[in-house]
């Protein structure tokens, strides 16, 4: 079982661009969300996506956007970037209250 | 809103003793999920421990165990016998049981250091 991937590992862009993240869930899991942690701080909830959805959505402005594919995985795109979205961005897959599995993160570098 | 509080930026444990990080947390809600994840430099969260707050038994899990104060609301991690794998950033998390899954709320951390 690969767990939770995602990709790029590191990623620099410059400011105003777009971006787009990637996330593949666990194994038989179909529930995805994404976090944001800057420096020093715990992650902040994004938002979250089920059956290719937006159930759920954090306090992050509409730059932030995502995707869910039929086959459970996902994709995060944040238009005109900021000096202050620079952070590392987590992808969390669950199917149950048992908690979340993390991937290993994007570091996200803008310039 | 809920919140999550680690008073404790950073701990500093000797090698095979025993160490507690503190967590508070602020809710309305009586039925909820507690956890404690460690982030290695690695930067992947893992799960230590979970806690459901409709169970009077705190969680154990090897060297790991909380102290689950509900009234208190507080939600302390134990590490015994530390060992140098255990130097990490410990984030206490909250969520809601009737909620979406994986919204966790977490703390801002506490970095632990093992000393050999």
């Known amino acids: 079982d690969a767990g939770v991937t995602q990709s790029p590992t590191h990623l620099i862009k410059t400011r105003g661009q777009q971006v787009t993240l990637r996330c593949s869930p666990k194994s038989g899991h179909d529930t995805v969300s994404w976090y944001q942690q800057a420096l020093g701080q715990g992650p902040q909830f994004i938002f979250q996506?089920?059956?290719?959805?937006?159930?759920q959505r954090g306090n992050f402005p509409d730059r932030f956007s995502g995707h869910q594919f039929p086959n459970y995985s996902s994709e995060l795109n944040v238009n005109a970037l900021l000096l202050g979205d620079s952070a590392l961005y987590l992808c969390?897959?669950?199917?149950?209250?048992?908690?979340?599995?993390f991937g290993q993160g994007t570091r996200l570098t803008v310039v | 809103a809920q919140t999550v509080t680690q008073s404790q930026p950073e701990m500093s444990v000797q090698e095979a003793e025993t160490v507690t990080l503190s967590c508070t947390y602020d809710t309305s809600e009586s039925d909820y999920y507690l956890f404690w994840y460690k982030q290695p430099p690695s930067r992947q969260m893992i799960l230590v421990i979970r806690?459901?707050?409709?169970?009077?038994q705190n969680a154990t899990e090897n060297r790991f165990s909380v102290n689950f104060q509900k009234a208190a609301k507080s939600f302390s991690l134990k590490i015994s016998d530390s060992q140098l794998g255990d130097a990490a950033m410990y984030f206490c998390a909250y969520r809601t049981i009737g909620g979406s899954q994986g919204n966790l709320i977490f703390g801002k951390g506490t970095k632990l250091s093992v000393k050999p």
């Open positions: 996506y089920y059956e290719e959805e937006e159930r």
């Open positions: 969390a897959s669950s199917d149950s209250p048992g908690g979340a599995f």
């Open positions: 806690q459901e707050a409709y169970k009077q």
